[in-house]
């Protein structure tokens, strides 16, 4: 079933291209987004005020991207939370609100009772989710179903990457509906979109570079993860990814935030990673870079094709191709989704399988 694949997280991280095809075309139809199988009218995006995402993990961190760019794109208010701190808050859920919970299984607990409590409180409910007919499928008012397939890997990677896409409908769809962005706008975001599948496939092509860099690494103790916007949601993935199955404590930091305790921490050698995607903060991110450099950090820089300058900053430099930087997400997340599986293969460590760790998470 592995396909010739070592482990099934390498042969999930390889079926993203298609996970992402898959998913956009089954909501695009004549290059226009179609979120009719929802049930998400226009009438119903231009009325809305409020989101609130919700979920766990990973799916946690595609809200914290989502949220950079719903709020782009759109004028609706948004909060992200866990599932486990949303449920305890005693959040006054506006009128106008919708509650996206966004989860592969379906199944996990905390976010089936914040879905529970949203439609107590009377509030109408969307769920992104990978698995037919799951519990949190079953019970949402609205459901859009990535289309991913089955995930074997404990470690998520191609449901989140269709998950990002998810919302990536949903928002450019929502600012079409309420005349925040052209038609015309949101056709050429779409064409873009359809781009990513292919451009997921030239990162893949990198993936030797990586797997060398990753096994320098194996003996590290703490990696750091950093980057501002779109590219600290990023860095919260890669932060999970690599503690999850290689072991090694990581931490991703909002790169602004680094000064304010944690520098301290970084030792001669210590890896970190800078994202940097996202051109209005790239310089921000690279001041940031020189400050742990300073002090010993070993430096990766994660930025687009052209950034070249980069490299009098950085130890080592990968390269994604340039996108519009709403998606940025779907490209930089692959090289760092194959940084944490390569740590842990020169580790040997049972990458499908970590320790304590199950698939879906049906305990509170
Ligand atoms: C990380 C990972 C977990 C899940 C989380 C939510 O690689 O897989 O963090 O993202 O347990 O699970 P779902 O999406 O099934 O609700």
Redesign the pocket.
Known sequence: EKSGYEHFMIKEIHEQPKAVRDTINAYVKDGQIDLSETGLTDDFLKSLDQLYIV??????HVGVAARYVIEDLTSIHIEVDLASEFRYRNLKLRDHSLVII???????AD?LAALRLAKDKGVPTLAIV?VIGSTIAREADHVMYTLAGPEIA????K??ST?LIATYLFAVEAARARGEITQEKADEMVTEMQTLPEKIERVLNDKDRIQWFAAKFANAKDMFFIGRGLDYAISLEGS??MK?ISYIHSEAYAAGELKHGTISLIEKGTLVVGVMTQSKLFEKTRSNMVEVGSRGGYLMGLTTYGNYSIEDTVNFTVYVPKTDEHFMTSLAVIPLQLLGYYVSCAKGLDVDKPRNLA???TVE
């Open positions: 979920a766990c993990g990973s799916a946690y966004i989860s592969q299984s379906g199944e996990t976010s990978n404990v470690a998520t990677t449901a989140y998950q999970l990814k999850e698939k879906s998470v």
